[in-house]
Every structure is written in structure tokens, then in C-alpha cells.
């Protein structure tokens, strides 16, 4: 069975700052998906970064990237120039490519941004 | 359009009401989800549909029913809640994951249930 683990419940960093949550997956599979996404407070849950399992680069969007390590089974999200909308739940997610819709979510982190 | 919608935003409802929640996406998504979630805490998942027929139940109770009429739209039944049944129902879509489309879900904001 694959595990999600977010090991930060709670983090906090300072406006323009940089962050980094964790978070560490265990699977037997090769193929598979790996998210974070972003929940703000009483808010909608928006998607803030993907990576495909087969792909050795790391995806950035904008002030969002990944550190992917497959060998290590560590997807970390780095947070670059903190700003204070960036205040939220933050949940790593996983899934199989073999489409098995089984979405798999870590237990999250709050993260807060201060002014 | 990477929209999905979801009525009512907030729903009261005694023990003994039936009610339904509704969720409609036009992405062309044909996997549809509906999931549990408590306070600071991650989604749990109910249901899934694929391709309009359920693929996935989650061992949960008769008194949720889901149903999907279309492609676009997913429907949960509620009848005979219990208290602990309160907590944010959320709905996503995606695209079949064996497709290569792509794979990320699309939530909708949510229906805040409260079970009196």
C-alpha cells in the first residue's frame, strides 16, 4: 500500500522569506503522480505543482518548486518570496499512473505566512 | 474552464431529512470524486466514478448514495445523517489517468455539512 507522510504539522516564515515543507511517499511502483496542494483558509483546494514520477526534472511554477528525489521517495516543495496569501494547508498527494483514482494525501501542514 | 461547482455552499439538516449535494464540472473529465473532510485534516475519499459508473466505494455507510446522471454532473444523497456525519464534502474531476491527459484533480469549494 503507498503512505504519504508530512512530517511539519505546522511551519511558519517570514513575508519575502523562503520555506520548505517535506514530504516523503513509499510505493513499490515506478509510474506515478506526485502533488501539493494548497487549502487556504475556509477555501477552496488548489492545485500548486505536479510531477510525474518518470520525469528527472523538477517542476517549478513561478515562485513554487519541487525537490523530487525517487530514490529517496522525498517530494519537498520550496517556497521562494513568501507572501502572506501563501498562508494555508498545504497537502503532498500521490496516485498511481496505472488509474487506479486512489488519490493518497499526506496529513498536511499549516503553513503561516508573517507580515 | 478548470471549474467545478458545487450547491449549496453550507447545508443544516436534522437526522431524519434528506437532502442532496450536487457537483457539475464542463473540463471533459471523466472521473468523478466525492470526499469527506474534517477540520485540518486531509480529504478522505468516499467515491469515485469512472466513466459514469462507480468504481470506487470506500466502505462508506447506505446513508450516503451517490449517483452520477452525466458526465458532468455527480450527486451524493444524504438520508439519515448523524452528527458525526459534519464536516466539508468535497468534490473533484479528473481526467482518466490512463488517458495521458493529465492526472491532477480539480476540487470544487466544498459543502459545509452540519448535522443537528
Known amino acids: 500500500a503507498q503512505t504519504v507522510t508530512q512530517s511539519q504539522p505546522e511551519m511558519s516564515v517570514q513575508e519575502a522569506e523562503t520555506v520548505t515543507l517535506s514530504c516523503t511517499y513509499d510505493?513499490?511502483?515506478?509510474?506515478?503522480?506526485l502533488f501539493w496542494y494548497k487549502q487556504p483558509p475556509s477555501r477552496q483546494m488548489i492545485l500548486v505543482i505536479r510531477q510525474e514520477a518518470y520525469k528527472q526534472q523538477n517542476a517549478t511554477e513561478n515562485r513554487f518548486s519541487v525537490n523530487f528525489q525517487k530514490a529517496a521517495k522525498s517530494f519537498s516543495l520550496k517556497i521562494s518570496d513568501s507572501q502572506l496569501g501563501d498562508t494555508a494547508m498545504y497537502f503532498c498527494?500521490?496516485?498511481?499512473?496505472?488509474?487506479?483514482?486512489?488519490?493518497?494525501f499526506g496529513t498536511g501542514t499549516r503553513l503561516k505566512v508573517l507580515a | 474552464d478548470t471549474e467545478v461547482t458545487q450547491t449549496p455552499k453550507h447545508l443544516v439538516m436534522g437526522m431524519t431529512n434528506k437532502k442532496s449535494l450536487k457537483c457539475e464540472q464542463h473540463?471533459?473529465?471523466?472521473?468523478m470524486y466525492w470526499y469527506k473532510q474534517k477540520a485540518k485534516k486531509p480529504p478522505e475519499l468516499m467515491f469515485v466514478y469512472s466513466y459514469e459508473k462507480l468504481s470506487i466505494n470506500e466502505s462508506v455507510p447506505s446513508r450516503f448514495s451517490p449517483e452520477c446522471p452525466n458526465s458532468s454532473l455527480l450527486n451524493l444523497h444524504l438520508h439519515a445523517l448523524q452528527p458525526e456525519d459534519s464536516a466539508l464534502y468535497l468534490c473533484?474531476?479528473?481526467?482518466?489517468?490512463?488517458?495521458?491527459?493529465?492526472?491532477?484533480?480539480?476540487f470544487g469549494p466544498g459543502t459545509r455539512l452540519t448535522v443537528t
Open positions: 473540463m471533459g473529465h471523466r472521473a
Open positions: 473533484a474531476s479528473s481526467h482518466d489517468l490512463r488517458g495521458g491527459l493529465s492526472y491532477e484533480q480539480y
Open positions: 498527494a500521490f496516485v498511481l499512473a496505472s488509474g487506479t483514482y486512489k488519490y493518497i
Open positions: 510505493t513499490s511502483e515506478s509510474n506515478y503522480y
